[in-house]
């Protein structure tokens, strides 16, 4: 299933009285009936994360003989040292992978956002020959499967000289991908026309309008674009095996893989380790940035 | 709330300060290249692969080699064994060839039939001349069976004769390894010196008939388990003295031949019958567990690489046995073996040479041989202490390795030895690991299937080179005409000069996309639409592609089960799991809707699988969890199907026919978060006053649902069907990691079928014909869910 964002239906913005379903409207019963069910469904999701939190703990010839299941009986079977030695320079090489992968998914996100945004703009508010089609066109690339695509681009990169660098990885993302532009279209056609023409009546330029106006008032999108990019750049996985090749230009994705040997996985429970460590930032900027991120998708609004 | 809110900014903070450091340390790196580089001028490129132990030997000695030769700079490469054929296959493709590179034996006929990889006879010569007696004691030093694996005559085909295309690095050969303890309790002995099948199978009888004693209550004890891919099979076949094929080459299958059906009868009645030997279902259980559970009495065929793994073994002792065989002209051993090599078309060949002489035969080969994977290539460090008792590994008779180099046969392969392989793998587990079919069936099944395979009209060589001078041209021409065309109607209607500027400023603003759709979507697509009418390796430079016309189409629609094969499970795949997956997560998200506490917990827990449900940490888990006897999924079925008289199928094995595609289809529902947080928010924008209005009309709960909140959610269940099909239609990495297709096909994906095209089987004409075929029925889709749902999606506010 894609996680990509997907567009929402408007909310109407009146903060005075309260417009959706509250708390008043639930019965005792109901409450208690969702309580139940979602604590058995978080349970059920959770179960995957209990195996790997479990094996990343365990020693090789437990997690070896299959012993995945049973939780530690007593403190000393808690091996902590799984983790640092699963991130040791011989095992996964943690350090230089994690700068790499900050600095590419960084640059990633700075990108997408203003990319993203100006083109949204360009679309929700230039009249131009040509931009209902240019629109429909952009949408439906996005059912382009990347298998399509992938030698020929993969070739103009090396022509550009950029294999073994961050720049493949990069520069995509300051070319603006369809579904976020999809969503700071829909928003920026929301606002008031009259909010634009004031600001170019005080003599602001197109650009200023962008940027000192339609920037600052889109932070929902912003998040929502920046937290997605975030967590797709920083789990990509197929993108730095094709482009990048030095062991010293591993991202976090790739150093993961580096525990799939010949022969199967070797340190299982290592690699258990290694992907909790990996996944953990993911995880703190979700929940960090989880309201804000359920409100901003509410707010972002979206037609077909 | 102040706390929360300090921990917020400190984590900011923290963050801030991380990526101050990233691009501090990246950029001292960046400055350190740079100047390497410049003071180094001759740079070669290695890939290999390998687990740390062997990356940091390999690393070590790239190392030493530079220190030694200044003038050199080493890239090393090591993208890990399941990846370095696609690797090397992308370098190869876009012209940049890695100048040293491991040599996999199945793909080394095809290379060097590509003329891909350098013949090293010359520059052996060249060395032995300028080195004397003692260099070419060195060379005498090499096992010369080792040696002879890789030679490769062209005319003829075969491995064995012709020119030397690597120089070994290492090899081994087949054993079985012993549960001691088992064999002792059972009273068999031993074979250190070898055995017959009848010897095995009155020792998996004896040994499975511990279960019974009290010792072993509640442990289901078997004689054997075998692991059988291609390799391995053909071993056993041959030690029936049967093989794949016949004196008449590689057209002439003999696997209905009496030699093969007596080895695919033996294994199937051991396994499905006798039920003396564990029926391992074709999906391998990483790490082998059933040995390390001390349950097994013998496991293999298998080389020397699991003596480093089962030395960690502490509860029962374990040895290494000779393969048995059925007559005693049959004894013949199988080498796995791995070369370094180097490309046609490095610029440095000479260095490329002396490199490969380096890390084969250098200081380096102690070290490796140290590792336990292997059998070192050279005699000398063969016959050693360093091999025969390596240290951190419990004393075995290492020995025994050795004693099967004078029966090892060498093993012929087609030039598409990755399309025999594949489908041996894939067909063979229908009749050994499934028992679906009589072992006669199965063989005629593969028979037919590889000959269609070989009768392939795309395998003529009939077809001329593709006219890329003539593709430009036409383009550029095309290009040229519509430009001058949209200037000309452009010019033709009147604007205003502020229209006029609007215009262009509105085009300057979606520059961006513009470059990234001509650059990243449309050129490309161009590029793979015209190579789906060609015939490419995707090895040779793309200017060698040859012109097949819609050949590749015909093969699609016509020749090829397994593209329908493919549709079917994905198509089966998607029927079930975007329903699924919709439901799952509108039901969630109105119960998170319900105000509830600690809803940042819900929403994070049920939103955080969705970003590894894709990747390989999420499919390494699943594939644990859906194992039959150690999976989580079954020790929670179990308890709850036994009243009911059933047990839990085994989801990605013997069931797997009815139960693989279910497997998946609740791996991508727990993936599902992302699209419940986007219904939570459509919930939440639906406004009260529709409810208000509704219990006035006197509806109840359930007809609220369904005539309010189900229309006010249909635009966005209409986005989420789309995009869950487009998605569900490319899953790709659950399947690789988890079953790889398997068993017999079940799970082979679309994109994962589209993947083996491209890069295992080097058919990129015929993977872009997939890839764009995928494109139209996912576009036909599409279109049909829009025409579909005009009457069911309600948009609010909808202007007509």
């Not at chain 2, 074709?282 to 020397?304: A, D, H, L, M, W």
């Amino acid at each position: 299933m894609g996680q990509s964002p997907r567009p929402v239906i408007p909310a109407q913005t009146d903060p005075r009285r309260p417009k959706y379903r509250s708390m008043e409207q639930t019965s005792r019963l109901e409450k208690i009936t969702a309580y139940t069910l979602l604590i058995v469904g978080s349970l059920i999701f959770l179960i995957p994360f209990y195996f790997v939190i479990n094996a990343s703990f365990k020693t090789e010839a437990q997690v070896n003989a299959g012993d995945f299941i049973r939780p530690p009986a007593k403190a000393s079977e808690v091996h902590v040292g799984n983790y640092p030695r699963s991130l040791a320079p011989d095992k996964m090489d943690f350090w230089p992978a994690l700068s790499n992968t900050v600095v590419i998914t960084t640059l990633c996100v700075i990108g997408q956002v203003v990319s993203c945004s100006l083109v949204g703009f360009g679309f929700a508010r230039f009249r131009f020959r040509g931009r209902g089609l240019l629109f429909m066109i952009m949408l439906s690339t996005m059912m382009l499967p990347a298998q399509v695509v992938m030698i020929p681009v993969f070739i103009l990169f090396r022509t550009l000289g950029m294999i073994d660098t961050f720049w493949p990885l990069i520069i995509p993302m300051w070319l603006a991908s369809p579904f976020y532009v999809f969503m700071f279209r829909q928003f920026f056609a929301q606002i008031p026309e009259e909010l634009l023409e004031a600001a170019r009546i005080d003599g602001a330029s197109n650009w200023r309008v962008y940027w000192q106006l339609m920037l600052p008032l889109s932070t929902p999108v912003i998040a929502i674009v920046a937290i997605y990019t975030f967590l797709a750049a920083w789990n990509d996985f197929l993108g730095p095996l094709i482009y990048l090749n030095s062991p010293e230009n591993r991202t976090l994705a790739l150093a993961l893989n580096a525990f799939r040997g010949e022969y199967g996985i070797s340190d299982v429970h290592l690699l258990m380790a290694a992907s909790v460590v990996t996944m953990l930032p993911c995880i703190v900027l979700f929940f960090a940035a989880q309201r804000y991120f359920v409100e901003s998708v509410a707010m972002t609004g979206l037609k077909s | 709330m102040t706390i929360a809110s300090a921990v917020r900014k400190l984590l900011a903070l923290a963050a801030l300060l991380i990526v101050v450091w990233a691009f501090f340390d990246v950029g001292r790196r960046v400055v350190v290249r740079w100047s390497s580089k410049h003071e180094r001028p001759i740079q070669l490129t290695v890939v290999h692969w390998g687990e740390q132990a062997e990356d940091s030997i390999v690393d070590a000695l790239v190392q030493r080699y530079q220190r030694e030769n200044p003038h050199v700079q080493i890239n090393r490469i090591n993208p890990g064994a399941t990846d370095f054929r696609s690797k090397l296959k992308t370098m190869l493709a876009a012209g940049t060839p890695p100048d040293v590179f491991y040599l996999p034996p199945d793909s080394f006929p095809e290379l060097a039939s590509l003329k891909l990889v350098h013949p090293l006879d010359d520059y052996i010569k060249k060395d032995i001349d300028a080195g004397g007696a003692k260099t070419k004691a060195l060379y005498d030093d090499f096992f010369p069976i080792v040696m002879d694996a890789y030679r490769y005559d062209a005319a003829t085909g075969k491995v064995g004769t012709g020119p030397l295309y690597g120089l070994p690095k290492g090899f081994t050969t087949a054993v079985m390894y012993v549960n001691l303890d088992l064999f002792q309790q059972a009273g068999v002995n031993v074979p250190y010196d070898g055995w017959t099948w009848d010897d095995f199978e009155v020792a998996c009888r004896k040994i499975a008939a511990l279960s019974q004693t009290p010792q072993y209550v509640g442990r289901r004890i078997y004689g054997a388990s075998f692991d059988f891919w291609p390799d391995t099979l053909r071993q056993v076949l041959w030690s029936f003295g049967g093989d794949y094929f016949g004196p008449g080459g590689f057209r002439d299958v003999t696997l209905d031949e009496p030699g093969a059906q007596e080895a695919m009868e033996f294994i199937r009645r051991l396994r499905f019958v006798d039920k003396t030997v564990y029926n391992n279902t074709g999906v391998s259980t990483e790490g082998k567990q059933e040995f390390y559970t001390g349950n097994i009495g013998c496991i293999g065929p298998y080389g020397r690489w699991m003596t480093p793994r089962y030395a960690s073994i502490s509860n029962f002792r374990w040895d290494v046995v000779p393969v048995p065989y059925k007559r005693k002209q049959d004894r013949a051993s199988l080498m796995f073996y791995t070369a370094w090599t180097m490309s046609a078309k490095t610029r440095h060949p000479d260095e490329s040479f002396k490199l490969i002489k380096f890390l084969c035969a250098g200081p380096g080969a102690v070290d490796q041989s140290r590792l336990g994977l292997e059998i070192p290539p050279l005699k000398s460090i063969a016959f050693s202490p360093d091999f025969l008792e390596p240290p951190g590994i419990p004393r075995y008779h290492a020995k025994t390795f050795l004693d099967q180099i004078p029966s090892i046969r060498l093993q012929q392969l087609p030039r598409d030895a990755e399309f025999w392989t594949r489908l041996v793998d894939d067909k063979s587990k229908q009749a050994l690991a499934l028992n679906e079919v009589t072992t006669m069936q199965n063989a005629k099944d593969i028979e037919q299937l590889w000959l269609n395979e070989l009768n392939s009209p795309l395998r003529k060589d009939e077809f001329k080179p593709m006219r890329w001078d003539l593709v430009v041209f036409t383009t550029i021409a095309v290009l040229a005409a519509l430009v001058t065309l949209l200037w000309i109607r452009a010019r033709r209607e009147k604007l205003g000069p502020l229209d006029r500027a609007t215009e262009r400023t509105g085009y300057l603003f979606i520059l961006p996309w513009l470059i990234g759709f001509i650059a990243l979507s449309l050129g490309p697509m161009v590029v793979s639409l015209l190579l789906s009418f060609s015939k490419w390796s995707g090895m040779a430079p793309m200017g060698e592609a040859l012109s097949v016309g819609g050949a590749n189409y015909r093969e699609l629609v016509a020749r090829d089960p397994k593209f329908y094969q493919s549709l079917k499970v994905t198509i089966c795949y998607v029927a079930l799991a975007v329903p699924l997956a919709q439901i799952t997560a509108i039901a969630v998200a109105m119960l998170m809707n319900v105000r509830v506490r600690g809803i940042a917990v819900y929403r994070t827990v049920f939103f955080i699988p969705s970003l590894i449900v894709a990747s390989v940490v999420g499919a390494v888990m699943w594939r644990q969890m859906y194992n039959n006897e150690y999976g989580m999924v079954n020790a929670l079925l179990r308890p709850l199907l036994h009243p009911f008289g059933t047990t839990p199928p085994d989801w990605l094995g013997r069931d797997a026919r009815y139960w693989a595609i279910p497997a998946f289809v609740l791996m991508s529902v727990w993936g599902v978060g992302g699209a419940m947080i986007l219904y939570l928010a459509g919930l939440k924008g639906i406004p009260v006053s529709l409810y208000e209005a509704a219990t006035i009309d006197g509806a109840g709960r359930t007809r609220q649902f369904w005539n309010v909140t189900l229309p006010m959610l249909s635009p966005l269940i209409f986005y989420n069907v789309v995009m869950g099909i487009i998605g569900s239609f490319q899953v790709f990495v659950q399947a690789m990691v988890m079953t790889d297709g398997g068993p017999n096909d079940f799970t082979l994906f679309y994109v994962l079928q589209l993947y083996r095209q491209a890069f295992v089987f080097h058919n990129m004409g015929y993977a872009s014909a997939m890839a764009w075929v995928l494109f139209l029925i996912l576009l036909g889709l599409t279109v049909l869910v829009f025409r579909g749902s005009k009457n069911l999606v309600y948009y609010e506010g909808l202007k007509a």
